[in-house]
């Protein structure tokens, strides 16, 4: 029963909940523009968090594509790499397999990481079009106050 409990309470951490689409159809640009800021992930942090096994493609919802990613590309990774491992050296059963692990985790776990990045970019496109109704323009100004005056800042998004 605790062993429930903290899943349950690790599970709400992740949970996003946005209003119905009846209630954000009635609200402002600028509340959906804060309910957006709200639910978008960064992906840069986002990144991070394959790490602990598939924790970023949890919090985009996507689960068991990661999984199976993650297992394709290590078997994949384990046949390239194990072509290569048997030389003419005496085998080693334990050397090899270390060493095929190691090399097939630095080509794994950078191609995870960058294809987080790209379904983070995703998530965050679907979830703007879900409230705001169209695609985010590709240029934005940001008109900030400041004590001193104010800060400007331009954004365009490359396709």
Known sequence: MKKLIFILMIGSLFAQNLPP???????????KQLLYEKHKINPYLNMIFPIPPFTGYYRVGHLKK???KYF???LGGMFITGLGSFDGREFNIEET?????DA???IVFPILIFDVYLQTKKYNKKLYKSIHGKEPSPISLNLQPT?????????YSFK
């Open 104 to 106: 097939t985790g630095s």
């Open 147 to 155: 004590f001193n005056g104010a800060n400007l800042s331009m954004t």
């Open 97 to 101: 397999y270390t060493e095929r692990i």
């Open 66 to 68: 990661g999984i199976v």
């Open 72 to 74: 394709v590309l290590f």
């Open 21 to 31: 689409q009846s209630e954000i159809i009635i609200m402002t640009e600028k509340q």
